[in-house]
């Protein structure tokens, strides 16, 4: 379509340049549209703010986990409890338990709610990941410099890449230092929306001895919201490779989904929890929940610097 005006004297020249300054006001006004008014730095540290504030008053929730790995396919229900959370094994490759693997895992869980110090060493490791992954969300305000690269069904699109004046002086810092990628935030919540990023350097540990993570790894987190106030991991996937006290290097690799998120009751107990995990629906009901898979198959889900509170 043409859009300009035919001025006196000025001929088909005028109209030209008339419809070209037409042109570029309105993609100057679509572009202005596609990004708040604020620093993109300014922006991510407004959601690094609230993702802090859920992560301290987060509510408790009942979900599938299916993890992928190159042995076969689980899926189990979890239940979050205020001692950390509790899941049982519904499938295996797809297919319900048997009565012996059905009996081990039942007697798993009542040892579980026997053993003091069996709830207490799965106390503290929840603890220490909760610590962990405060620690990695207060620090991408700083590690990274932000830059808007657009919008899409309301969420803006931000590209990332190290933030060379900020000091690595932890473990966390250094790896999020070696890293770039986009992220994408919910334009009306300001909430972590989806993530995606790549190892771009190798980082040493030890000069090397210790350990090394090598460049080319990747990860991508998506987020869905469950109620008005609180998002939760959806999907959770990374691909490093990396190198242990001068061991052989080997794959760390997560592919886990997670979806069917029920609120319920908060400060359970885990025999509480328990509870609730026998009454659900049977096996044969949870995996007639369970959506298709749309990302790649990955290995074993093992804890990552960049995971996220599910």
Wanted: glycine share 10%; net charge negative; aromatic share 8%.
């Amino acid at each position: 379509m043409q859009i300009g005006v035919l001025l006196p004297g000025g001929g088909e020249m005028r109209v030209l340049w008339v419809t070209l300054g037409v042109l570029a006001m309105t993609q100057g006004a679509l572009r202005v549209s596609c990004q708040p008014a604020e620093p993109a730095g300014q922006l991510v540290g407004e959601v690094v703010y609230n993702e802090l504030n859920d992560h301290q008053r987060h509510g408790y929730w009942q979900y599938w986990v299916e993890r992928r790995s190159q042995t076969g396919t689980s899926v189990e229900e979890q239940v979050e409890t205020a001692d950390g959370p509790i899941g049982r094994l519904m499938l295996s490759d797809g297919h319900a338990l048997g009565p012996e693997a059905e009996k081990a895992e039942q007697e798993r869980l009542q040892e579980l709610l026997r053993s003091p110090s069996e709830q207490a060493r799965q106390q503290k490791q929840y603890d220490e990941g909760e610590e962990r992954i405060g620690r990695i969300l207060a620090l991408l305000p700083s590690a990274f410099v932000y830059q808007y690269d657009g919008e899409e069904n309301g969420r803006y699109r931000l590209r990332f890449r190290p933030n060379r004046e900020d000091r690595a002086c932890t473990i966390e810092s250094r790896i999020l230092h070696a890293m770039s990628g986009t992220l994408w935030i919910d334009a009306r919540s300001k909430r972590l929306s989806r993530l995606e990023g790549q190892v771009d350097e190798n980082v040493d540990f030890g000069f090397g001895i210790l350990g090394r993570l090598y460049k080319g790894g990747w990860f991508r987190l998506e987020r869905v919201q469950v109620s008005a106030t609180e998002w939760k991991t959806e999907a959770f996937e990374v691909h490093m490779n990396i190198r242990a006290l001068m061991v052989k290097t080997f794959a760390r690799e997560t592919s886990e989904l997670r979806g069917g998120f029920v609120p319920v009751p908060t400060g359970m107990s885990l025999a509480e929890g328990l509870e609730m995990l026998n009454q659900s629906p049977g096996q044969s009901d949870a995996a007639v929940r369970k959506p298709p898979r749309t990302g790649t198959a990955g290995a074993q889900p093992v804890q990552t610097a960049l995971a996220m509170r599910p």
